[in-house]
Each structure stands twice: as structure tokens, then as C-alpha cells.
């Protein structure tokens, strides 16, 4: 009897899970936005809460609290999540104390948008930046590439943008959307 745990036949629809998933969220980042009020500094807390960083990365956040903003909570979470396990990622990458290296998660509003900023000291951005957010590009082994299209898709489904800055060292990931009229 074959040992179904470690097959091909499992490792196979793991990734169709995966795909199947990284679909509907694509599906719903597509999705017009639920504008609402909300506590932008709970959402990165709830945003750093659903990520699993291994052992000794740390992640720092900063910014006003509380920071009420408008906007769709729910396709900003999507797309914070994305950032968040790309540093994660980039980080664990780099083999050395992680602690030396911290996540730093910030966010604010000015007179015009609202913002979120994933900073990293990984192991950088390799390939090509225009491609990044197409969807199937991917620089990671056994990843489907959907991620940054899907955080993308969330972006501009509020009429905001994503941003990818390489730094000397790691990634900028930055948001950014449109502040409401009733929230001026």
C-alpha cells in the first residue's frame, strides 16, 4: 500500500488547494469595495495576528493610535496579509538572527490617502518589478504566483495602489488609497 501522506498524488492536490484558493481570492479582491469606517491600527494587529512567522522574527509595528480611516477593510486585509508573508518569507531567507533583522509594519493618513508600509530586511526583491504583479509570476520555488496580483486587484478595486520599492536591503511594500470625503 502506497503512503498517501508523502505521494505525488498528495503533493499534487495540495497545489490545485492552493489554487483553488488563491482563486477566490482573486475573485474577492475583484470585488466592488465595502466602504466603512474602521480602526486601521486594529487591522494590522488582526493582519500580524492571521501570519505564522517562524520562530525569532519579529514584528514592529508603529502608528497613530487610534487611526480611524474609510475604506474596505476586508480587500485591505487581503492585500496587508500578502505583504506581510512576502516579508516573513524574504526574512527566514536570510539564514541569520532574525532578530536583527525586524519587520517593521507602519501606517498613517495624510490630507489626501492612507497608507501601510511593509519594510523588510530580507533577502530582497530579485526579478523583474514591471512583472511582479502579473499574475503566475513568482521568484519562489512552489509558489503559484498569485499573491502580488491578488494584492494588487485589491488595491485598485478601492482605487488605491500597490507599491514594491527594492531597498539596499529587502522590500518596501506600500499601500496606499484615497481618503473619503466624510472622512476630511
Known amino acids: 500500500m502506497t503512503d498517501f501522506q508523502n505521494s505525488n498524488t498528495r503533493t499534487h492536490l495540495d497545489r490545485l488547494d492552493r489554487l483553488l484558493e488563491a482563486f477566490a481570492r482573486l475573485r474577492r479582491a475583484a470585488s466592488a469595495p465595502q466602504i466603512e469606517e474602521f480602526s486601521l491600527d486594529d487591522l494590522v494587529q488582526r493582519s500580524m495576528s492571521e ?12 502608528g497613530p493610535q487610534p487611526c480611524v480611516v474609510e475604506g474596505d477593510s476586508s480587500l485591505l486585509g487581503l492585500a496587508l496579509v ?7 518569507e524574504a526574512t ?3 539564514g541569520i538572527d532574525f532578530q536583527k533583522l525586524p519587520i517593521a509594519v507602519t501606517w498613517g493618513l495624510t ?15 530579485r526579478g523583474d518589478l ?15 504566483g498569485m499573491g502580488l496580483a491578488t494584492a494588487k486587484q485589491a488595491m485598485e478595486s478601492m482605487s488605491g495602489r500597490l507599491l ?20 476630511q
Open 92 to 94: 527566514a531567507a536570510v
Open 130 to 144: 514591471q512583472r511582479a504583479f502579473d499574475m503566475g509570476t513568482t521568484t519562489k520555488s512552489g509558489h503559484l
Open 82 to 88: 500578502n505583504g506581510l508573508r512576502n516579508a516573513i
Open 111 to 125: 490630507d489626501i490617502d492612507c497608507w501601510i508600509s511593509v519594510v523588510d530586511s530580507g533577502i530582497g526583491f
Open 51 to 62: 501570519v505564522s512567522p517562524p520562530a525569532g522574527v519579529v514584528l514592529q509595528k508603529a
Open 164 to 183: 514594491l520599492v527594492p531597498n539596499t536591503r529587502g522590500v518596501r511594500f506600500e499601500m496606499r488609497w484615497p481618503m473619503q470625503k466624510s472622512a
